[in-house]
């Protein structure tokens, strides 16, 4: 086994062939050296904490329940197009209620209104990828905001061109034909990237299918019910020792279930 010196290059020989000098460095006194230059920069205000945590036990973000009624950040017309394409991508049928009667809308609405609506905790800086590779994430200067409002007004502007009314206006038909022009890319938006515009209504109406309904969506839990997921339920004991048998309780939010305030 190598020796912590060698493994760190300080024997390391050189391209003549001779050792290095020492030079004394060693982990300690890096630390040491590094932790001295962090208390003495000009700037940097340093405290002394002893006998008293530095932060408040249990401190979090709390969620606010959604209240639901009205739009923050969509117009009556935006909202309008937004509750028809989400009701195509998850229409209601004989498994039940589809995304317009989970209250999806609603849960796009509210999180464009927050930090995620301006991606107030990404670093939003540049430069972009044109093409970029999967692992590299996020690569437009756009936020969510952005993308609903530009894109919105881009497909209005074409089925306004194409088929003389809005997309709300649509036959049911027409609206799936469209959607699928505009995951594949093959309909072209007015200054507007098609992909860009279906993928943040996909992925969002998805989250706000099966998000906890504290959000705005997955309204009398209908995306768990639909999936048999039991949601935030404190307690399995009684269930996980009978494996394979159907779990029959219903399913649980962040706020607990109606039934639990009734007398």
Not at 109 to 116: A, C, E, F, I, V
Not at 149 to 159: F, H
Not at 165 to 174: S, T, V, W, Y
Request: charged content about 20%.
């Amino acid at each position: 086994m190598e020796s912590a010196d060698r493994r760190y290059g300080r024997t390391s020989r050189r391209p003549d062939g001779a050792s290095p000098a020492r030079h004394g460095v060693t982990r300690r006194g890096l630390l040491l050296a590094t932790a001295a230059l962090l208390v003495t920069t000009s700037g940097v205000n340093a405290r002394v904490v002893t006998k008293v945590l530095p932060w408040k036990p249990n401190d979090a973000y709390p969620v606010a329940p959604v209240v639901p009624g009205g739009y923050l950040f969509f117009t009556a017309s935006e909202a309008a197009v937004v509750e028809a394409f989400v009701d195509r991508l998850i229409p209601a049928d004989d498994l039940g209620p589809g995304a317009k009667e989970a209250g999806v809308t609603t849960f796009i609405d509210r999180q464009l209104t927050g930090p995620y609506g301006g991606h107030d905790w990404l670093y939003m800086a540049g430069p972009f990828s044109e093409n970029p590779l999967p692992s590299q994430g996020l690569q437009s200067e756009l936020t969510p905001r952005q993308q609903y409002r530009m894109g919105i007004a881009a497909l209005e502007a074409y089925c306004k061109a194409t088929f003389n009314r809005g997309f709300a206006e649509l036959a049911a038909a027409d609206q799936d034909k469209l959607i699928a022009g505009l995951e594949k890319g093959a309909v072209q938006l007015p200054n507007f990237s098609s992909k860009t515009l279906f993928t943040a209504i996909y992925n969002n109406a998805i989250e706000g299918f099966f998000a906890d309904p504290i959000y705005g969506g997955n309204r009398d839990m209908i995306g768990w019910k639909l999936v048999g997921f039991p949601g935030v339920r404190y307690d399995f004991r009684d269930v996980i020792d009978r494996p394979n048998q159907a779990y029959t309780l219903p399913p649980v939010s962040l706020q607990g279930r109606p039934a639990w305030g009734e007398r």
